[in-house]
């Protein structure tokens, strides 16, 4: 359900430049763009002859992320939501609707307020300076992806959850299996069950060696309070380890490009180092992390829902897409445009909005924040190797992130 596409879409994927008319990879395409203005709640066919219903203005999606007659649950029966978590007999926290949903969401709130992640921000400062120190000291020219955007929040996560960092390069290579394109689903479910038998490992090894961690945490709650079970545990641990760098890396990555990619405004942020929070607001606005431009979360109504003036049927697979809604113009004012003074750039839903509102909000933003202003300080001269639509990108996964983004200085 995540590729849509209506049957007369001019969608202009991949490359180009504004002076072109195309889009970066790395944003959506205004061509696009217009066709969601015209109807922000349209009737669509999937690419693989379903019908759904795409919502595309900020009100719209707004409300269909807040609205409990719009559930994940009722996806999910519809078969517009396939998990990793199917390889279990129960769903994870973001295929679950209240109670359900908010027991579990419950469980995270200590480790992820905003509290305790204002707290960390010393210790991601201290893992960001370092990166950045090994890339100086190896010289440019040097590979921001690699070098910062993956790494920098992959140690994060880990620390959060207590995974050992050593394994990095393990975990990931079994996420990469799943989203890579051509994997065939024997071997995606191959590399899924790889990564739950290790984060089962994981909560042995948190009951064996209690640390403080967020994963001693949950483990805590399964065993001396009965808050979830075993299952529960071990996806719930998968997701918050995946979802905690892959989408985290690959908004970083493509943050930098655009502030690369728009040397005014990246010369504004080196001229105020208290711009960065509101260069991180636009950053999120106006980059998407995902290839499909009409992609977004997935809801199905429970019963007849009116939205915008249009009468959507009860048992109907909506795609609320956030991205789209960043770039409305009744909220907006010319939202083509990549600006960082932007007045109402914080209103944007990349993180989503409503109950399944990303719980690591906030984490994202404090490493966005900390990479941008430190490696623009430390490296005053940087620059793009290569023409920023040069840039190449990863293809055939969901998450559309940077193979590589080389640079100089």
């Known amino acids: 359900m995540a590729e849509i596409q209506e049957t007369t879409w001019p969608y202009l994927a991949g490359k180009g430049n504004s002076e072109s008319g195309v889009a970066p990879g790395y944003t959506v395409p205004a061509q696009v763009n217009e066709m969601w203005r015209e109807t922000p709640v349209r009737r669509i066919a999937t690419r693989d002859g379903r019908d759904a219903w795409l919502v595309t203005g900020m009100a719209q999606v707004r409300a269909v992320l807040a609205d409990p007659r719009f559930g994940r649950v009722e996806a999910r029966r519809l078969g517009a939501v396939v998990s990793p978590a199917v390889i279990f007999t129960k769903p994870g926290i973001l295929d679950m609707d209240p109670p359900e949903h908010t027991r579990l969401r419950r469980l995270l709130a200590g480790a992820f307020s905003a509290r305790r992640i204002r707290s960390l921000r010393p210790r991601i400062q201290q893992i960001a300076d370092g990166l950045i120190e090994t890339m100086k000291e190896a010289g440019p020219p040097a590979d921001l992806a690699e070098g910062l955007s993956y790494p920098l929040p992959i140690a994060v996560i880990c620390e959060i959850l207590g995974v050992p960092y050593a394994d990095r390069e393990i975990f990931r290579a079994w996420a990469d299996r799943v989203s890579a394109p051509g994997t065939q689903p024997e071997e995606a479910m191959s590399a899924l069950r790889s990564l739950f038998d290790y ?73 105020d180092p208290g711009s960065v929070p509101a260069a991180v607001s636009e950053v999120l606005r106006y980059v998407t992390p995902g290839v499909d431009p009409h ?81 623009f300080t430390a490296i005053p001269g940087l620059r793009p190797a290569v023409p920023c639509d040069e840039i190449v990108y990863i293809e055939g996964t969901l998450i559309r992130g940077l193979r590589s983004l080389p640079v100089l200085w």
């Open 295 to 375: 992609a977004g979360l997935i809801r199905a109504t429970t019963t007849d829902v009116e939205l915008g003036g249009t009468t959507i049927p009860a048992h109907s697979v909506v795609i609320a897409c956030n991205a789209a809604a960043n770039f409305d113009p009744a909220t907006f004012l010319d939202p083509d445009r990549f600006d960082i003074t932007r007045e109402r750039a914080a209103e944007h839903l990349a993180f989503g909005h409503g109950m399944h509102r990303c719980v690591g909000a906030q984490l994202a933003r404090i490493e966005l924040e900390v990479a941008f202003g430190t490696l």
């Open 199 to 271: 984060m089962g490992g994981l909560v042995e090894d948190k009951r064996a060696h209690p640390d403080g961690s967020l994963l001693h945490g949950l483990v805590t709650a399964r065993d001396e309070q009965g808050r979830l079970d075993d299952e529960e545990l071990v996806t719930l641990g998968c997701g918050l380890l995946l979802a905690g760098y892959e989408t985290t890396a690959t908004m970083l990555g493509k943050g930098l490009l655009a502030l690369l990619d728009h040397p005014d405004q990246l010369a504004a942020v080196r001229a």
